[in-house]
């Protein structure tokens, strides 16, 4: 992909999310939005904008694409972003997915969705999960239970040295005390409790973000150790209506890295697997070809993960993923985390 101009940050997001097979397969079987969109309405659309630029990357020539569609709605997808300026590839990737379900859910307009209906996109289903946020009170044992939804973990590395104690430290037991203590309704006073996560519902699309840029824009350079395969079952909570007794396993389909010492500037490439075992790396129009251990000494930045399918027959697994959904969503409360 051509660079603009400090646009490495656009063209390594795109490569990462082309290289996710579940997203692309959705982005060409949109049948209805595409046929509806193939009218005036073409030159304005986020979501065929990428499938456009998808379609142009996949010639066969090997010939050099211009992402000028996505280029081009940068003030549309992120209104802070300047043209000419090294932006976040993480901040650039949220933006992007949410102006495509934005552009989705404008197909539904006269239907007034609910917040929870807005949150069943193919966007979502792909990326979107829930965390369920248990509280326990020291002195009543009362546990509050609540659960957000979410689409990506934004993950500490400052204390960690794997992907996996990076999980297991965003998955750990808090304890609320002091100026952090919880009010609770039994007792009627603010008590010390602890504070529990837990997956209510796994994304099919794990996005891993390590919190690489501390607030002054400054970069933790450390190397973490990552994994071609994920086992999460551990953090699945087990009265979930998700859970299951085969096991949570995903493997690495893309990745963005970072080169330089902060976010603003320095260079962002991505990193993608084609079939088993081969690894490209995509810096704007360059391309190489990887070898495992080169990428798993890749210092990451964001990490897409897909869930590999479980041993379950198709028809049961479906139908269990549908009542589970339902009777989540449901459930699905909000909190401040
Ligand atoms: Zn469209
Ligand atoms: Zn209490």
Known sequence: ????????????????????????????SESRHLQECNGESIGDCIICAMYRTYKSSQNILGIVIKPILIYRRLKYICNHFAYGREEDAHEFMRYLLHSMEEAYLAGYIGEKLDTFSRETTPINQIFGGYIRTEVTCSECGSVSTTFQHCQDFLLDIEHVSTVDDALDDYFSTERLDGDDAYYCRGCNKKVVATRKFSLEKNPQVLCLQFKRFNFSGRK?????????????????????????????IYHLVSMVTHIGLSVKSGHYTAVAGMCAGHYFEFDDKLVYHMS???????????????????????????????EGCTTATRRIKHNNR
């Open 1 to 28: 992909m051509v660079n603009f101009g400090n646009t490495c940050y656009i063209n390594s997001s795109l490569q990462a999310l082309f290289h996710v097979p579940a997203f692309v397969n959705w982005l060409q």
């Open 220 to 248: 933790i350079e450390k190397h973490v150790t990552i994994s071609e395969r994920l086992d999460i079952t551990r953090f699945l909570c087990p009265s979930s209506a998700h859970h299951s007794s085969e096991p949570l």
């Open 292 to 322: 495992v251990s080169e990428v798993l000494e890749t210092n990451a930045y964001i990490l897409l993960y897909e869930c590999e399918p479980c041993e379950e027959p198709e028809d049961s697994l479906a139908s269990q993923q549908r």
